[in-house]
């Protein structure tokens, strides 16, 4: 296993550096430059040529894309991103003020759908083929193709601007300082409740089917009937032998999920407004700020290899059975 994990954490280096490479390439290949968006509709027709060319000295985009790379490559060996073409501030900074507003509304998010797809998942595989199953697989189903970003306009228009019971923008209010201490919380609170509904129904309808699918396995096994025949409880032939068994490939995809909790969501963030790592992706993306979509870009990556290394992992560390070579 020791042997594994180092041979994986040197993949990582080449791999991490090949993604790096294509990202830099794309992005610095897109239509226009900071230079430009940062001045239109403000300076556009009144910069001269030789302002303009000074600007982008500024920047560094004068330099070939390859020497700009190399620039950038030597900046990360110290983990230092650079610094955001926008405001001038350090990436990493502007990207740490940002992680705990998306970390609070995914693992919220996360514990939600967890806490009620093990339950729903496990019963739905107990009673497979009764009337409840069928009915939460159809409801599930349906939920999982709805799109984010529609559900979140119709919760919106509804809850928002019809019938005015939450809040649908931002992380708090403006006078949310001056409510005291529960009422700042009460009020970050309902701030949250549309973003969470968005990100949890359709995570619900995944991990609970998910759940089902595991446990139905498990279900089929000979120990499962060896533990009927005994005349074992059926509630502890769940939770003792189905549900243990059932959650080794939970964990593992529970490992997969991490760059999510850490990335989050560019659209929902956007649409409501919220001060979060999608958004700033988002925000970044559209002023060509290259230095925070790189730095954003890469932490991402380096995430989803860790997850997946995790991942691989924790799946051996739950199962004996399983080796790595």
């Keep these: 296993m020791l042997q594994y994990t180092l041979r994986r954490l040197l993949y990582l280096i080449p791999t991490l550096l090949g993604i790096t490479i294509v990202t830099f390439v794309v992005v610095n290949l897109a ?42 490559l030597k900046r ?27 970390l609070w509304l995914n693992v919220v998010s996360l514990v939600i759908s967890l806490v009620l797809a093990v339950p729903l998942g496990l019963y739905a ?27 979140a306009l119709l919760l919106i228009m509804l809850f928002g601007v019809e019938l005015k019971l939450l809040p649908f923008h931002g992380l708090e209010s403006m006078d949310a300082r001056d409510m005291g201490f529960f009422g700042y919380w009460k009020d970050r609170l309902l701030h949250m409740v ?7 129904y359709g995570s619900l309808a995944f991990l609970s089917r998910f759940v089902r699918g595991s446990s139905l396995e ?13 005349g074992l409880d059926e509630r502890r032939i769940v939770f003792h032998h189905v549900f243990r ?14 760059p999510t ?24 993306v559209l002023a060509r700020d290259y230095p925070v979509v ?15 290394l995790l991942a691989d992992l924790l799946y051996a560390w739950a199962d004996p059975r399983v080796t790595y070579q």
Excluded at 43 to 58: A, K, N, V, W
Excluded at 218 to 230: G, N, Y
Excluded at 245 to 258: A, D, H, S
């Design 31 to 72: 239509p226009g430059d900071p230079v430009e968006l940062i001045n239109r509709g403000q300076m556009d027709s009144r910069i001269s040529p030789e302002s303009y060319r000074q600007m982008l000295h500024l920047y560094g985009l004068d330099d070939p894309l390859h020497v700009r790379y190399v620039t950038w």
């Design 218 to 230: 498990v279900i089929r096994q000979d120990f499962v009937r060896t533990a009927r025949a005994k």
């Design 76 to 102: 990360l060996v110290t983990f230092d991103f650079g610094t955001s073409f926008l405001d001038y501030r350090p990436v990493t900074e502007k990207i740490m003020e940002r992680l705990p507003a998306t």
């Design 261 to 284: 909790l850490i990335s989050g969501s560019i659209i929902l963030e956007s649409i409501f407004s919220w001060p979060g790592i999608g958004n700033l992706f988002f925000t970044a």
């Design 194 to 200: 549309l973003p969470v509904v968005c990100l949890t």
């Design 125 to 151: 595989a107990m009673r497979q083929h009764s009337r409840l199953d069928k009915l939460a697989g159809t409801g599930l189903y349906l939920l999982y193709s709805l799109p984010e970003f529609w559900v």
């Design 294 to 308: 790189m730095g954003l870009s890469f932490i991402t990556a380096l995430l989803v290899l860790v997850s997946t």
């Design 245 to 258: 068994n059932t959650m080794i490939p939970v964990l593992t995809l529970l490992g997969l999920l991490l």
